[in-house]
């Protein structure tokens, strides 16, 4: 299978999501922030984290349909 750029970005953007997701779900001794790495302007939100996390695993079924991503 050849190596797509657009399958390397989405890796990134699953694990950036669910990071994100455990940021926000998760309290005390794991984490001391309030915002994300990227922006001052994206706090740690639980509904944002669902639609982050839905749109990133949505957009990687659309990849793995048109075989840019791995098929395990």
Known sequence: MAF???G???YFLLIDSL????M???KG???HKE???LSDYLPYEKGFSFIYLGIT???GLM???LQLIFNF
């Open 4 to 6: 797509y750029w657009e």
């Open 8 to 10: 390397l970005l989405w």
């Open 19 to 22: 990071f994100y997701f455990i």
């Open 24 to 26: 926000t779900w998760s």
């Open 29 to 31: 001794k794991l984490h």
């Open 35 to 37: 915002t994300h790495w």
């Open 57 to 59: 695993i949505w957009m």
């Open 63 to 65: 990849m793995w349909r």
